[in-house]
């Protein structure tokens, strides 16, 4: 949830850390704050309240002085308001010592009673300044940062990621990590950290992941990592696949709308590889054997929000192709109700982050339970792909605005392969309905961009309607999730009260929400590929439009039966009727986008959200 960077080198520390905090924005926006161990020797911080332009334009009016050495943190607020006093650095060692967090310490209100009893002072509400002024207690104690972290990380209970330091030891930062994610970027005569390497894709693109219970020193020349007992750990180091440019907006109005525009290759770019001579191969899966794949007689697919819904999507054509029973849940339900799990069971995870931590804890316990984890992740170096038995990553490149849309066409992608893959291997599937799907597929991208030639009568439709108070969404199948999608996209954006109904749930209830000139978007199956479907969510549109509903329905280009009876059509291409939610989806982002653009909201950062929820 938040956003931390680390710097020891020879460039001017300030600038590397707001670089890095501006990438890293869209972890949490309602504080920010550095602290650096100046060339005078002593430790300045500055932090505010409020958006990264808050602390930059103090900066300006009251400049701090520069170093070679900094931690810097953007906050979304757990413990204590979003107030200067609660954002970060806390200090400690009577503010010779500096320390950002990102996580929950669960055990805080003990740890800070057992400082107050000896006369320790605190100055803000939030669980970090616990570990701040623990910290500092054991400095004084051991006068050695390392060891002063190695005794504060087992005292603390729950998740954290920790980075520190202190003015007597001028060039070095050191972190820790325990279920909160830490990344390490190599320079040249200088070193970084990073809650993912976002913050210093600038300056490198040799980064290291760093493990669970873990602590990392930097210095400018050097990295050393050991678990908790100080004994030094083995890491491996990858390359950063993208560029800083993909992390910036490029001349795009917002993140969003740069990311919409990226989907056709988002899904390219995830089939990139994986199909050769017209077959699915997915060599991440190597590993884990065919025989796995072969021995399962239960999939569960466990996600959060838009990821989730990916999953539901795409639960239908696993189910389908491989004849395996597929169930999706949120995480977070999944983990608290004792479900049942057997070595027989794969549990697929998907996360854009692969931090988010209902998901990990998730795939933490199916593990521990004996079930194997497969996860789809978009992040290299995240922790959910680190704790699974296997993953394929999604290719969509960094995806930077907090409401997620081209990651979602990349994951269903992502499932859609590997349930040919499944079909292939446990031999549900012949070679000409392989091939048939595997040629539906890599045909999506280039109607992907046809769909978005359509983008700009859906933002006049979103400008004409941008003092609606409540949206519908209706679908059925594969459908009925994109109508779930598009509720929480209308939600997060643009803060308008909005629901996704499976169509024929709406005679058992939702009907009576119907009123005149209630918007319902529809998303209708296609009369070629679903015939019965089709004609039953027609009904539906007359039903609801007998009843004063203004109907917006994303149909098939040619839906001669939906005309006379929609408001506005936004027609999409054809495609196979598992295809369309691809197609189908791209309209509501946009549609949402455009209506928060309307209303003079920030489309890229919605207010009380977070791009990656690392706190349970
Ligand atoms: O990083 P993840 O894919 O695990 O994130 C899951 C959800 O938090 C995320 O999809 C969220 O629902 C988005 N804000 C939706 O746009």
């Given at each position: 949830m938040c956003g931390i960077v680390g710097y020891v080198g020879r460039e001017r520390s300030l600038e590397v850390l707001l670089g890095g905090l501006k990438r890293l924005e869209y972890r949490g926006y309602d504080s920010a704050g550095v602290a650096i161990i100046a060339d005078d020797g002593q430790l300045h911080t500055a932090k505010r309240a409020g958006r990264l332009s808050v602390l930059t334009d103090e900066l300006q009016r009251h400049p701090i002085s520069n170093g070679r050495?900094?931690?810097?943190?953007?906050?979304?607020?757990?413990?204590?308001?979003?107030?200067?006093?609660?954002?970060?650095?806390?200090?400690?060692?009577?503010?010779?010592?500096?320390?950002?967090?990102?996580?929950?310490?669960?055990?805080?209100?003990?740890?800070?009673?057992?400082?107050?009893?000896?006369?320790?002072?605190?100055?803000?509400?939030?669980?970090?300044?616990?570990?701040a002024v623990l910290l500092g207690r054991e400095y004084a104690a051991t006068g050695d940062l390392v060891e002063a972290f190695r005794r504060v990380v087992t005292r603390l209970e729950g998740a954290f990621t920790l980075l520190a330091l202190h003015q007597d030891q001028p060039d070095v930062v050191v972190g820790a990590r325990r279920n909160s994610p830490l990344v390490i970027g190599l320079g040249d005569g200088e070193n970084f950290l990073g809650s993912d390497v976002a913050a210093f894709v600038e300056?490198?693109?040799?980064?290291?992941?760093?493990?669970?219970?873990?602590?990392?020193?930097?210095?400018?020349?050097?990295?050393?990592?050991?678990?908790?007992?100080?004994?030094?750990?083995?890491?491996?180091?990858?390359?950063?696949?993208?560029?800083?440019?993909?992390?910036?907006?490029?001349?795009?109005?917002?993140?969003?709308?740069?990311?919409?525009?990226?989907?056709?290759?988002?899904?390219?770019?995830?089939?990139?590889?994986?199909?050769?001579?017209?077959?699915?191969?997915?060599?991440?899966?190597?590993?884990?054997?065919?025989?796995?794949?072969?021995?399962?007689?239960?999939?569960?697919?466990?996600?959060c929000g838009t990821a989730a819904y990916a999953g539901m999507v795409g639960s239908y054509a696993i189910e389908q192709w491989a004849r395996v029973p597929v169930q999706v849940e949120l995480s977070h339900e999944f983990r608290y109700r004792d479900p049942v799990l057997t070595p027989q069971t794969l549990v697929i995870s998907i996360s854009q982050s692969g931090e988010t931590m209902d998901t990990l804890m998730a795939v933490k316990y199916a593990r521990e339970a004996g079930a194997r984890a497969i996860s789809v992740c978009n992040t290299q170096g995240a922790t959910i792909p680190r704790e699974s038995d296997a993953a394929v990553y999604t290719h969509a490149g960094p995806e930077v605005a907090v409401a997620s849309t081209k990651a979602f066409v990349a994951q269903i992608t992502a499932l859609y392969l590997f349930g040919l893959h499944l079909a292939r291997v446990r031999g549900a599937l012949d070679e000409a309905q392989l091939a048939a799907n595997v040629a539906e597929l890599t045909a999506i991208p280039e109607k992907l961009a046809r769909v978005l030639e359509s983008s700009e009568s859906i933002a006049q439709l979103a400008r004409w309607m941008s003092d609606t108070r409540a949206v519908l969404f209706l679908g059925r199948h594969v459908g009925y999730p994109i109508a779930l999608e598009g509720a929480l996209k209308l939600k997060e954006l643009a803060y308008i009260h909005a629901e996704g109904f499976a169509a024929g749930e709406l005679k058992h209830g939702p009907i009576a929400l119907i009123e005149a000139g209630q918007p319902v978007f529809v998303v209708v199956p296609s009369p070629i590929g679903s015939p019965e479907l089709h004609k039953k969510v027609v009904s539906n549109i007359q039903e609801i439009r007998a009843r004063g509903a203004r109907v917006i329905?994303?149909?098939?280009?040619?839906?001669?039966?939906?005309?006379?009876?929609?408001?506005?059509?936004?027609?999409?291409?054809?495609?196979?009727?598992?295809?369309?939610?691809?197609?189908?989806?791209?309209?509501?982002?946009?549609?949402?986008?455009?209506?928060?653009?309307?209303?003079?909201?920030?489309?890229?950062?919605?207010?009380?959200?977070?791009?990656?929820?690392?706190?349970?």
């Open positions: 050495t900094g931690i810097g943190h953007t906050r979304w607020a757990t413990h204590g308001g979003p107030t200067d006093h609660n954002a970060h650095p806390h200090l400690g060692d009577d503010g010779k010592l500096a320390l950002i967090h990102n996580g929950i310490i669960e055990n805080f209100s003990a740890l800070k009673e057992e400082l107050l009893a000896e006369g320790y002072t605190f100055t803000s509400e939030t669980d970090s300044e616990a570990a300056y490198t693109k040799r980064a290291v992941a760093i493990g669970q219970d873990q602590i990392v020193t930097i210095t400018p020349d050097a990295v050393t990592v050991t678990d908790f007992d100080g004994n030094v750990v083995e890491v491996d180091e990858f390359e950063i696949a993208w560029d800083a440019s993909a992390s910036e907006k490029g001349g795009w109005s917002s993140f969003m709308a740069k990311e919409i525009s990226e989907e056709p290759d988002a899904v390219a770019n995830t089939i990139l590889g994986r199909v050769v001579d017209g077959k699915v191969v997915i060599p991440e899966l190597d590993e884990l054997g065919d025989e796995v794949l072969t021995d399962i007689n239960r999939i569960v697919i466990i996600a329905a994303i149909a098939e280009q040619g839906d001669a039966a939906v005309l006379p009876f929609a408001d506005e059509v936004v027609p999409i291409p054809l495609a196979g009727p598992l295809f369309e939610p691809l197609l189908g989806v791209i309209p509501l982002q946009i549609f949402a986008m455009e209506l928060a653009a309307a209303k003079g909201l920030d489309v890229d950062q919605p207010r009380n959200l977070a791009k990656s929820v690392t706190v349970e």
